[in-house]
């Protein structure tokens, strides 16, 4: 049965679940058959001394049983980030990580802070103090020095939506059942701690295995949808040039496939927020690219910021999503659908409606009306490709791109660090079924490379190509070692251009420049002649089409890291705006007191 599906007839004439033998009717394998269930196959680990018992438990419940499997990380940070990455790689998918005690739950926090910024279920589980120190007075090692273990739950309590402190076994079926079902109806992170001495002993809760979960379903307030709907169709259907951008809840909302049913029925042209690139079909026949500013995708912020009348599904408007709060839009010509809310113009808004039921009742009641993609066609001019580069001239960041333009396909992911590669992966086209992530709202460099590891292990039909910067890989370049660890195949490449490029554009000084690293030379230490590891270092468009036709031929099989190296000054035009405008919002004078 699915997760929050109406049971089938199979499923109610289905026998009791099984009796678990004493060894397996343990809170540690409980939670492993739990995990699984929901889609965590597999757990990002760091050992630590107060969650070695769990991981033993963990691991005893092994995949092929209905259990998980554990993947190490090299630290708690990179773990986290992984679990958000195998979160992305799956509609509605889950992540776990399990750490130890406070120093390596406040090492993934970071992490935790993101997935909760992007609305990804991930499961944090920290193995904590034995339950007999609870109130003790003692004084724990990993701690900072005082007798009170709720610091690292304190943390925790604003990052996740639900933390669970298991330290007496009675309750620990309830907590750890609620721990889950919250991530999976708020689609947050969630915070669980074990007691180091209880995940190996039997208990009769855990004596049977875990009926499955029944979430029930949310439902929109009938007469608040009819209105909502009602209100929106007369608002639309009255323009004369309306649009559908797409936004980045669309994701939570489980809504995307609506908004094409009703970007199919209205024959409005479809933009995207840069956060929700890859949410959409790029192949859809009235795209017209990502509507993000002064930024834009050429001709889309025209055809949308000319509109007389604008829906946006699921958007976050943020400083760096509004590029600097420049956004040519007006409140009265907007449609704000969020996930569980309409808000119509100045208004009036209409809550306890889901977006995905609002989206596919709306596109039954819009009249036909392509005036603004008319428009968009009669604009619009191809872009030309860049001229090639002569021989021994130094590559260029374009070119770079047009070369990755021609690797995609329906079975690749892009991911996209922070940073100059955020811009030029936006002007990538995306063919059908490829898949894009990166981190927009919560934006820490270095990201990628942990979400690599973790989309890589969940999407194992997809090979993943990064884009990194080279002051991002030096944050988490270590689990490139974990990839080749698990055979990944991920084509990795480094741009370096010798420093925070996207620093640089919103403030410059010395600081935003790095030592330079022999990347490539680490890449082959952390091999150490284990596993399939291909690296190249390229200077000149010759180098780089030698370095791809080996990644695609003789290494497909092998993980790639190629290191382009750029000129520093060779930045996006769009870098460059976006930097000036969010510098400018950064740098306003406080408000008169």
Same mark, same amino acid.
């Given at each position: 049965?699915?997760?929050g599906?109406i049971?089938s007839?199979?499923d109610?004439?289905?026998?009791?679940?099984?009796?678990?033998?004493?060894r397996?009717?343990?809170?540690?394998r409980?939670?492993a058959?739990?995990?699984?269930?929901?889609g965590?196959r597999e757990?990002f680990?760091?050992p630590?001394?107060?969650?070695?018992?769990?991981l033993d438990?963990l691991?005893?419940?092994q995949p092929s049983?209905?259990?998980?499997?554990?993947v190490?990380?090299?630290?708690?940070?990179n773990?986290a980030?992984?679990?958000d990455?195998y979160a992305?790689a799956?509609?509605?998918?889950?992540?776990?990580?399990?750490?130890?005690f406070?120093?390596?739950?406040l090492s993934?926090?970071?992490?935790?802070?993101g997935a909760?910024?992007?609305?990804?279920?991930?499961?944090c589980?920290v193995?904590?103090?034995?339950?007999?120190d +609870?109130?003790?007075n003692?004084?724990l090692h990993?701690?900072?020095?005082?007798?009170?273990?709720?610091q690292?739950?304190?943390?925790?309590?604003?990052?996740?939506?639900?933390?669970?402190?298991?330290?007496?076994?009675?309750?620990?079926?309830?907590?750890i059942?609620?721990?889950?079902?919250?991530?999976?109806k708020?689609?947050?992170p969630?915070y669980?701690?074990?007691?180091?001495?209880l995940p190996?002993i039997p208990?009769?809760?855990?004596?049977?295995?875990p009926?499955?979960f029944?979430l029930s379903?949310?439902?929109s307030n009938?007469? /608040?949808?009819e209105?909502?709907?009602?209100?929106a169709?007369?608002?639309l259907?009255?323009?004369?040039?309306?649009?559908?951008?797409?936004?980045p809840?669309m994701r939570?909302?489980?809504a995307c496939?609506?908004?094409?049913?009703l970007?199919?029925?209205?024959?409005?042209?479809v933009?995207v927020m840069p956060?929700?690139?890859g949410?959409v079909?790029?192949h859809h026949?009235?795209?017209?690219?990502? +509507? =993000?500013?002064?930024?834009?995708?050429?001709?889309?912020?025209?055809i949308?910021e000319?509109?007389d009348?604008?829906?946006?599904?699921?958007p976050?408007?943020n400083?760096?999503s509004s590029?600097? +709060?420049?956004?040519l839009?007006?409140?009265?010509?907007a449609i704000?659908?969020?996930?569980?809310?309409v808000?119509?113009?100045?208004?009036?808004a209409?809550?306890?409606?889901l977006m995905?039921?609002?989206?596919?009742?709306?596109a039954t009641?819009l009249?036909?009306?392509?005036?603004? +993609?008319?428009?968009y066609?009669?604009?619009?001019?191809p872009?030309?490709?860049?001229l090639?580069?002569e021989p021994g001239?130094?590559?260029?960041v374009?070119?770079?791109f047009k070369h990755?333009q021609?690797m995609?396909?329906?079975?690749?992911?892009?991911?996209?660090?922070?940073?100059?590669?955020w811009?030029?992966?936006?002007?990538?086209k995306l063919?059908e079924?490829?898949g894009y992530?990166f981190?927009?709202?919560?934006?820490?460099?270095?990201w990628?490379?942990g979400a690599?590891?973790g989309?890589?292990?969940?999407a194992k039909?997809?090979r993943v190509?990064?884009?990194?910067?080279d002051?991002?890989f030096?944050?988490?370049?270590?689990?490139?070692?974990?990839m080749l660890r =698990?055979?990944q195949n /991920?084509?990795i490449?480094?741009i370096?251009?010798g420093?925070?490029?996207?620093e640089?554009?919103i403030h410059?000084?010395?600081?935003n420049?790095?030592k330079? =690293? /022999?990347y490539?030379?680490?890449?082959?230490?952390?091999h150490n002649?284990?596993?399939?590891?291909?690296?190249?270092?390229v200077?000149t468009e010759?180098?780089l089409?030698k370095?791809?036709?080996?990644?695609?031929?003789p290494n497909?099989d092998s993980?790639?890291?190629?290191?382009?190296i750029?000129h520093?000054?060779?930045?996006?035009k769009e870098l460059?705006?976006?930097?000036?405008?969010?510098?400018?919002?950064?740098?306003r004078?406080? /408000?008169?007191q």
């Open positions: 049965m699915d997760i599906s049971p007839p199979a109610a004439a289905a026998p009791p679940s099984a009796a678990a033998t004493p397996e009717a343990t809170l540690g409980h939670l058959r739990r995990l699984a269930e929901v965590a757990v680990t760091v630590g001394d107060f969650n070695l018992t769990l438990e691991e005893a419940e049983g209905g259990g998980v499997r554990l190490g990380c090299c630290n708690e940070l773990a980030y992984a679990a990455g992305r799956r509609d509605g998918g889950v992540g776990a990580c399990a750490v130890t406070t120093v390596g739950g993934a926090i970071n992490a935790v802070a909760f910024s992007e609305n990804l279920p991930v499961i589980i193995g904590g103090p034995n339950s007999n +609870y109130g003790s003692r004084i990993h701690t900072i020095g005082i007798p009170d273990f709720t690292e739950l304190r943390c925790f309590q604003n990052v996740t939506c639900y933390q669970a402190v298991v330290n007496n076994l009675e309750d620990a079926h309830e907590q059942d609620t721990a889950i079902s919250t991530a999976l708020e689609s947050k969630v669980i701690s074990i007691s180091c001495n190996s208990h009769p809760t855990f004596s049977r295995h009926v499955p029944f379903p949310r439902l009938q007469m /608040n949808l209105a909502a709907v009602e209100t169709a007369a608002f259907n009255k323009s004369v040039k309306p649009v559908l951008v797409g936004g809840k939570v909302a489980k496939e609506a908004f094409v049913e970007a199919d029925a209205c024959g409005y042209p933009a956060s929700a690139k949410l079909p790029e026949s009235r795209f017209i690219g990502t +509507y =993000w500013g002064a930024v834009s995708t050429p001709f889309c912020a025209e949308v000319s509109a009348a604008y829906l946006f599904a699921g976050i408007f400083d760096y590029v600097g +709060y420049s956004l839009l007006k409140k009265e010509k704000i659908v969020q996930p569980d809310r808000v119509i113009g100045n208004g009036p209409f809550g306890c409606v995905k039921d609002f989206l596919h009742a709306l009641r009249k036909k009306n392509t005036a603004a +993609y008319d428009n066609s009669r604009i619009f001019v872009q030309g490709e860049p090639s580069s001239e130094p590559l260029r374009n070119i770079l990755i021609k995609l396909s329906g079975s690749s992911a892009v991911i996209a660090e922070t940073g100059d590669s811009f030029n992966c936006q002007k990538l063919p079924g490829c992530e981190q927009m709202q919560y934006g820490s460099i270095g990628s490379v690599t590891l989309y890589a292990q969940a039909d997809k190509i990064s884009f990194i910067g002051g991002s030096q944050v988490t370049a270590q689990e490139v070692s974990t =698990w055979e /991920n084509i490449f480094l370096n251009n420093g925070y490029t996207i640089v554009e410059d000084g010395p600081y420049i790095i330079n =690293w /022999n490539t030379g680490v890449v082959e230490a952390f002649g284990e596993g399939k590891c291909y690296t190249a270092k200077r010759e180098e089409k370095a791809i036709e080996a990644s695609l031929g497909k993980l790639c890291f190629i290191e382009v750029v520093k000054d060779d930045t996006s460059l705006e976006w930097g000036s405008r969010v510098s400018a919002a950064n740098s004078p406080p /408000n008169p």
